[in-house]
C-alpha cells in the first residue's frame, strides 16, 4: 500500500500516520561531506554519523564510501558520500526531525547554508517506504533521487530493487537512466578504501548478529 501525505499536516493526520508504522520499515538515507567537523575530515563524520543513526533503528547495510564530484557549484572540495539502510519505526517526521540534530551536531546549520555549498554533513531521507510525501518541509522521494549520480551509485550498491513509489521503477532503473543523461557521469562517483568507514560497518554486522 503506497501511502501519500503533505508534511504540512495537522496533529491528527500525524497520529494516522503513527499508526500506520506499526511496523519496523526501512528508509534509505544519503549522507555527504566535504568540510571537516568537530568529528574530524569527512570520513570521519560519515563514519560517527553512521553510528548515530543506530539510535533511531537498525542500520541493516552501509554502502561503499564514494569521492563525487560536487554538482552544482564547482568551487568546493569533493564529497565524501554514502548511503544508509535504516529499519525504523519513527513516523517520517519523526526521522526528518531527529537527522536535522544529528547535521547540527556535527556543525551544520542549514540556515546559514546555501545550495550545493559545501558543508560539514549532509543528512537526506531518500525513500521511506511507500511513503510519498509532498510539502514545504518533507518531500518523499526525494525531489532529486532520480537526477544524482552520488546518491543513485550507493543506494544501487545496496537496494537495487527498492522502489520509487513515486515513478514507479525500482533503483536499478533510475540509475541506468542516468547513464545517457548529460551532466550524470556515473565515472565521477568512485569508491574509496577507508578503514574508518569499514569499521563502522563491520561493528554493525557483528551487532546484529547478536542473540
Same mark, same amino acid.
Given at each position: 500500500?503506497? /501511502?501519500?501525505?503533505?508534511?504540512?499536516?495537522?496533529?491528527?493526520?500525524?497520529?494516522?500516520?503513527?499508526?500506520?508504522?506499526?511496523?519496523?520499515?526501512?528508509?534509505?538515507?544519503?549522507?555527504?561531506?566535504?568540510? #571537516?567537523?568537530?568529528?574530524? #575530515? #569527512?570520513?570521519?563524520?560519515?563514519?560517527?554519523?553512521?553510528?548515530?543513526?543506530?539510535?533511531?533503528?537498525? /542500520?541493516?547495510?552501509?554502502?561503499?564510501?564514494?569521492?563525487?564530484?560536487? /554538482?552544482?557549484?564547482?568551487?568546493? #572540495?569533493?564529497?565524501?558520500?554514502?548511503?544508509?539502510? =535504516?529499519?525504523?519505526?519513527?513516523?517520517?517526521?519523526?526521522?526528518?526531525?531527529?537527522? =536535522?540534530?544529528?547535521?547540527?551536531? $556535527?556543525?551544520?546549520?542549514?540556515?546559514?547554508?546555501?545550495?550545493?555549498?559545501?558543508?560539514?554533513?549532509?543528512?537526506? %531521507?531518500?525513500? $521511506?517506504?511507500?511513503?510519498?510525501?509532498?510539502?514545504?518541509?518533507?518531500?518523499?522521494?526525494?525531489?532529486?533521487?532520480?537526477?544524482?549520480?552520488? /546518491?543513485?551509485?550507493?543506494?544501487?550498491? %545496496?537496494?537495487?530493487?527498492?522502489?520509487?513509489?513515486?515513478?514507479?521503477?525500482?533503483?536499478?532503473?533510475?540509475?541506468? &537512466?542516468?547513464?545517457?543523461?548529460?551532466?550524470?557521469?556515473?565515472?565521477?562517483?568512485?569508491? %574509496?578504501?577507508?578503514?574508518?568507514?569499514?569499521?563502522?560497518?563491520? &561493528?554493525?554486522?557483528?551487532? &546484529?548478529?547478536?542473540?
Amino acid at each position: 500500500m503506497r /501511502v501519500c501525505i503533505s508534511s504540512s499536516v495537522p496533529l491528527g493526520v500525524e497520529l494516522l500516520v503513527r499508526d500506520t508504522l506499526n511496523k519496523m520499515r526501512t528508509a534509505y538515507i544519503g549522507m555527504g561531506a566535504n568540510l #571537516p567537523s568537530n568529528a574530524g #575530515p #569527512p570520513e570521519a563524520t560519515l563514519a560517527a554519523a553512521a553510528a548515530r543513526l543506530e539510535s533511531l533503528g537498525r /542500520v541493516a547495510a552501509r554502502s561503499s564510501l564514494y569521492s563525487t564530484e560536487p /554538482v552544482g557549484f564547482a568551487d568546493q #572540495p569533493r564529497f565524501l558520500n554514502a548511503v544508509a539502510a =535504516l529499519e525504523t519505526g519513527l513516523t517520517p517526521f519523526e526521522l526528518l526531525g531527529a537527522v =536535522l540534530l544529528i547535521e547540527q551536531d $556535527f556543525g551544520r546549520n542549514r540556515l546559514f547554508s546555501f545550495a550545493n555549498g559545501p558543508r560539514t554533513l549532509d543528512i537526506d %531521507i531518500l525513500l $521511506f517506504g511507500d511513503f510519498v510525501i509532498g510539502g514545504s518541509s518533507l518531500v518523499i522521494p526525494h525531489p532529486r533521487l532520480t537526477e544524482r549520480a552520488f /546518491v543513485l551509485v550507493p543506494l544501487n550498491e %545496496i537496494a537495487p530493487r527498492a522502489l520509487d513509489p513515486r515513478s514507479g521503477n525500482i533503483v536499478s532503473q533510475l540509475l541506468q &537512466s542516468l547513464v545517457p543523461g548529460p551532466g550524470n557521469e556515473i565515472k565521477a562517483v568512485v569508491p %574509496i578504501q577507508s578503514d574508518l568507514w569499514r569499521a563502522g560497518a563491520d &561493528s554493525g554486522a557483528a551487532d &546484529s548478529g547478536k542473540s
